[in-house]
């Protein structure tokens, strides 16, 4: 296994990787989705199954918040810059409550209409650094009304950077509560909030799934196709960088 799994990595050190050694029987169906590297270069994910039931294949991706998703928020409907602001994709808009007293953890309750495993979180300041971020809390509940716990939190968070910030988490639910803090204890100002992750399909993680995971993020309007060379393949990508953990 570690002599295979060597072998994978070398085969994906290559400019153009071809297809794994470990090809499924043929009585299996694949499919395949096109996606990109954080660098930019494309790649491909494929996924087998002998009934062509691709559910606990499903691979993550970032999610597209709706603002009919984003429940309730801290300063209420009189703000002028909602909590949908962090959520549309748009680094130009800003979710900036009212103010409230000096410390106040202000909050966002967004629903995601079924129950995800979120795996990654980004915040983008504004960077002002007044107003700036440095740690949150994220709470999880599965059911309404909510029962919340505590599913991550960070205090790694950097001010005076706009762009994105990761962090790896890693929970369950549906119902979603981030609680924000500054590190003057004014009120935030955010620009982007996204959340990395796929249904919850409640199949054991220990199931076997053939998707070597190279980094590769599928976005959501990725049409299915069949595997390149109409050969067997679990993965090709064109990448310069050896596989990430």
């Not at 007044?130 to 960070?154: K, L, N, Q």
Request: glycine content about 8%.
């Amino acid at each position: 296994m570690e002599l295979l799994a060597a072998y994978i990595v070398a085969v994906l050190i290559v400019h153009h990787a071809g297809c794994s050694p470990c090809k499924p029987h043929l009585d299996q169906v694949c499919s395949c989705k096109q996606g990109q590297l954080n660098s930019q270069e494309t790649c491909t994910v494929c996924a087998c199954s002998h009934d062509g039931n691709f559910g606990q294949c499903t691979t993550s991706q970032w999610l597209n918040i709706s603002t009919t998703w984003i429940v309730e928020e801290s300063s209420g409907s009189s703000t002028v810059d909602f909590a949908e602001n962090m959520f549309d994709g748009d680094s130009a808009t800003v979710w900036e409550p009212l103010d409230k007293p000096e410390g106040y953890e202000h909050w966002v309750i967004v629903d995601l209409q079924t129950s995800f495993r979120i795996r990654r979180v980004t915040i983008a300041n504004n960077g002002d650094g007044v107003h700036d971020v440095v740690s949150f809390v994220m709470e999880s509940s599965t059911s309404s009304p909510y029962v919340w716990e505590t599913a991550y939190s960070s205090a790694e968070v950097l001010s005076g950077i706009p762009m994105p910030q990761y962090s790896s988490p890693d929970f369950v639910g549906r119902y979603l509560k981030l609680k924000v803090n500054t590190q003057s204890g004014v009120r935030p100002s955010l620009r982007e909030v996204s959340l990395y992750g796929k249904e919850n399909t409640g199949d054991p993680e220990s199931l076997p799934c053939p998707v070597l995971n190279t980094g590769c993020i599928i976005s959501d309007t990725a049409g299915e196709t069949a595997p390149p060379g109409d050969q067997d393949c679990f993965v090709t990508a064109n990448i310069y960088e050896g596989l990430r953990r």
